[in-house]
């Protein structure tokens, strides 16, 4: 392995805060990693996506993205084709070797590998990842009559030797696995790739940027200074150029909606249809005039004449306009409809806080929700910047909000969905709802009486909550707790406040009652030895109740709940 090369592996180890294994183990980490960040635009754990061990079909790292979302669980496959009412899917496959070399023998044993996952004979012997995958993949492709269109499958190759395109062996071994995965007359399009250690250099420095676009915003007229905004501009932009802002060089939807209320509501949503049969019609530009168009935040702009570059920025109104045309990105003349734009350039979180309600004020959704939901998420996360120590933890409000800071481990980061999974299994002791998707439950996320996110809610809870997920998964990851135990792993954090506290949880919004009962935990779970033993002795009560946690469907069941509630016995740390 050259000097960069292990460089930036070292880097992504301390980066991630990932133990070191072996050098081949890391390195298949570290490219799994790397390409799924160009795929895919969310916060996610490289650990989700890495199959490489026994057994694993000459496949080190699957990844199966369906709607956008990197899925794990055929439930949520289900809950994305309710919402959305269509399927769109891309597999993703990774081989990575630290040799210098392209050796078209690995070559031909990793395609066969990728064949052999879609048989209905498969012929490789599957370890536990691959048989997930595998299992998701089925239940996708029952679900065909609602592809959108059928999936694309990319592989890539990966070495820390130079590429040569011209490599007639290295053509052909593509060539055969390209054939190879046609005759199963699965997908739209096939994409083999070949990495080696330059390409993959430069996609890792790539994952560390922050979000960019690059456009031309010709028909504009600038608006007047207003205190606390830097820049802002109004006007209309083609699509051609609007979806620079939308999406990636590899034409992904980028997740730049993490600001904006609401999630796409899919075609089928009455206003969504409109927009969609308006482009379709014979009169597609009347769109411009009946529709309210896009808002976009930015955090900072360079200008060269129409040519603009926007940083960090956010479509904080407009995510169901700017889903509907994605959608219909193959229409013809799709390029020349004119879309209104209003981009506002500011880093003053007050002012975007408050476009994002008066932009979205004209919804069903209720303004004091709107503001609440934004400034609960604003304040939860300057919460957690304020907590120093070894318990330092950071909440990703926004996907991928940290990446471009360096001096951050990533393993630190609290995303949105993980805070939601951990809070609602510690304080509301549902872990059978969040095991797998949980698209029904944050539905009314923010809502009174919805559990969490309420606006009188104390922040001191959802540290706790983020803190126990962090320590558990450090412990995983050191060996010290078996990893057969990810599969509960929030069943593990709803005994937590019962072994390690005296006292019943408190009311979550008396600040003195919170402060008081989350205080002695969180000191426990930073000690090293307590914190272990806490996660022990949850993992034995687990083992006491005889609950079967291979069972996947049972996982889900509030019986398994129950049954695990059932077997503690007032066991204390």
Do not use: W
């Amino acid at each position: 392995m050259d000097r960069i090369t292990k460089q930036l592996l070292s880097d992504f180890i301390e980066a991630q805060e990932i133990p070191e294994v072996s050098e081949s183990s890391d390195f298949e980490k570290f490219c799994n990693y790397t390409v799924i960040a160009d795929e895919y635009n969310k916060t996610f754990d490289v650990d989700m996506i890495s199959t490489g061990a026994g057994n694993d079909t000459g496949i080190d790292g699957v990844a199966i993205i369906v709607n956008g979302h990197l899925v794990e669980d055929t439930d949520e496959v289900n809950d994305l084709l309710e919402s959305n009412g269509f399927l769109d899917v891309t597999y993703i496959f990774i081989q990575a070797k630290t040799s210098s070399r392209f050796d078209t023998k690995e070559m031909h044993a990793f395609y066969f590998g990728v064949s052999d996952f879609f048989s209905e004979t498969p012929k490789l012997p599957r370890n536990d990842a691959i048989t997930k995958y595998a299992e998701i993949s089925n239940h996708i492709i029952n679900n065909a009559s609602d592809f959108k269109e059928n999936p694309k499958c990319k592989t890539f190759f990966i070495t820390t030797g130079i590429y040569n395109q011209e490599d007639e062996h290295l053509r052909a071994a593509v060539t055969t696995a390209s054939e190879s995965l046609k005759n199963y007359n699965l997908f739209e399009k096939i994409e083999n790739t070949i990495l080696g250690a330059n390409e993959l250099g430069k996609l890792y420095r790539k994952s560390k940027n922050p979000t960019t676009s690059t456009f031309v915003f010709s028909n504009k007229v600038t608006l007047p200074d207003v205190e606390g905004i830097n820049e802002a501009y109004f006007g209309i932009i083609p699509f051609s150029e609007f979806k620079k802002i939308l999406t990636d060089d590899n034409e992904h939807m980028l997740s730049v909606f993490d600001d904006n209320v609401r999630d796409f509501q899919g075609i089928s949503n009455p206003v969504n249809k409109g927009i969609s049969e308006t482009l379709s019609s014979e009169t597609p530009n009347l769109f411009s005039v009946l529709n309210n168009g896009v808002t976009v935040v930015a955090d900072s702009i360079k200008t060269a004449g129409n040519n603009l570059t926007i940083s960090d920025y956010q479509i904080v109104n407009g995510c169901q306009t700017s889903n509907v045309l994605y959608e219909s990105r193959g229409i013809e003349n799709i390029d020349t409809i004119s879309i209104p734009l209003r981009l506002i350039v500011t880093d003053n979180e007050d002012v975007k806080a408050k476009i994002t309600v008066s932009t979205n004020s004209q919804t069903a959704i209720k303004k004091e929700q709107l503001s609440a939901m934004s400034d609960f998420q604003k304040n939860l996360e300057h919460y957690y910047s304020a907590i120093e120590g070894d318990g330092k933890l950071y909440y990703e409000r926004r996907a991928k909000q940290y990446n471009s800071n360096r001096n951050i481990i990533k393993r630190k980061i609290i995303t949105v969905p993980i805070q939601i999974k951990t809070f609602y299994s510690m304080f509301n002791k549902n872990p059978h709802l969040v095991t797998s998707y949980f698209g029904n439950l944050v539905k009314n996320v923010g809502e009174q009486g919805s559990k969490i996110f309420e606006p009188d809610h104390q922040f001191a809870s959802y540290y706790l909550a983020g803190l126990t997920f962090y320590r558990l998964d450090g412990l995983f990851n050191s060996g010290e707790i078996d990893k057969k135990y990810r599969k509960v792993k929030f069943y593990l954090t709803m005994l937590v406040p019962m072994i390690a506290s005296d006292d019943d949880l408190p009311p979550l919004n008396s600040q003195k009652k919170v402060e008081r009962y989350c205080a002695p935990l969180i000191e426990k779970l930073n000690n090293e030895e307590k914190c272990k033993n806490i996660f022990i002795t949850a993992t034995q009560i687990i083992d006491n109740s005889k609950a079967d946690i291979d069972d996947k469907q049972a996982l889900k069941s509030k019986a398994m709940t129950e049954q695990i509630l059932n077997a503690y016995n007032g066991e204390k740390i």
